[in-house]
């Protein structure tokens, strides 16, 4: 499907979405093109879910592929940009280094077999922030020395979605790598004021998001109600913390995990909207799907900020009105890994 850019006459930029869930980064990319009036066109998509398939396929009209380990990189077609939210797995690197042939085995080396294989311009990657440190780092080392081997220049940054003007606390690391060329990213950083919770939550939620009277009451034994609209996270520990935004949504969290006010539960169109997702976004998957899909979901505004940064490295956005306001401030530093300081630690 092309983006509805306004420039028909462009040629399209192709993109292949893998680990593509429910649409994240199909979202930020097609929102990216609007702002940077380039028409993008996807021409793969694949997911092992298939429940997230069956939410694809309704709001994007295409059925993704299945597991990626059974399509043959060379029936991928060509594309321009690869994006991949892939799992964190651990590697072997026992013995002597092999290059590409450590990562076999892993969901990451079909990613890296696609990169071999088609060589796209460049590629978005997003993952947990726990993937820096990840066997003690040596997991992250062989991903970027992989890349780097395939001939991209390769760089990383961990982005909050708070600082993008959603209310919620999640930290994702984004992987950047563009093919044969000098890495001229500028990771983005937005000046735009945090959306409050009374724009997410809805009103008249039915009572079966509701948790029961005596969870209610375990939490206000341990936590005083607060004055204005609030997210109660209770963690590990059973400490209960309360903030005008949410900490991460989790797809394996307990269903009491995140409390609206200390009461209730987070709806389906909520929990979307914590990520991002626009409300025409159809909900075809029962509840229990649908908060897994969220939980594993990107942050859609992130994910658009860093691509349109992409469009600007690879000359996509010459169209662009210049004197349009602009979405972003550009960080300009040189710290490749600059954690901001957030809330709600």
Request: proline content about 5%; charged content about 25%.
């Amino acid at each position: 499907m092309v983006g509805h850019t306004g420039e028909q006459s462009q040629i399209p930029i192709r993109f292949i979405d893998l680990f593509c869930g429910i649409g994240g980064f199909r979202y930020a990319i097609e929102q990216a093109s609007l702002v940077s009036r380039v028409p993008t066109e996807c021409v793969l998509s694949s997911d092992i879910d298939a429940e997230c398939r069956v939410a694809y396929q309704a709001n994007f009209g295409e059925m993704p592929l299945g597991d990626i380990q059974e399509i043959d990189e060379k029936s991928v077609p060509d594309h321009e940009v690869l994006l991949a939210g892939f799992p964190c797995q651990p590697f072997s690197i026992i013995g002597q280094r092999k290059g590409f042939e450590d990562v076999r085995g892993t969901l990451f080396f079909d990613i890296a077999r696609i990169l071999a294989e088609k060589k796209p311009r460049v590629f978005v990657l997003e993952n947990v922030k726990l993937l820096v440190g990840h066997n003690k780092g040596q997991t992250f080392a062989r991903i970027l020395e992989v890349l780097r081997e395939l001939g991209y220049s390769v760089d990383y940054k961990v982005l909050n979605a708070l600082h993008f003007g959603l209310p919620q606390k999640r930290e994702r690391i984004f992987i950047v790598g563009v093919l044969e060329a000098t890495m001229d990213f500028r990771w983005p950083r937005l000046e735009v004021e945090m959306k409050p919770l009374a724009s997410i939550l809805e009103n008249n939620v039915a009572a079966e998001f509701y948790a029961s009277e005596h969870i209610r009451q375990r939490r206000l034994e341990r936590r005083q109600p607060t004055s204005e609209l609030s997210i109660w996270h209770e963690n590990k520990s059973g400490n209960i913390s309360a903030y005008p935004y949410s900490c991460a949504l989790r797809a394996g969290a307990s269903y009491n995990y995140l409390l609206v006010n200390g009461e209730r539960r987070l709806t389906p169109r909520e929990m979307l909207r914590l990520q991002g997702f626009p409300d025409s976004f159809k909900l075809v998957c029962n509840y229990s799907q649908t908060r897994k899909q969220a939980g594993n979901s990107l942050p859609v505004p992130v994910a658009r900020a860093v691509l349109e940064e992409v469009f600007r490295v690879c000359g996509w956005n010459k169209n662009i009105n210049i004197s349009s306001p602009p979405l972003l401030v550009r960080d300009s530093s040189n710290d490749r890994f600059n954690q901001e300081a957030c809330y709600g630690s």
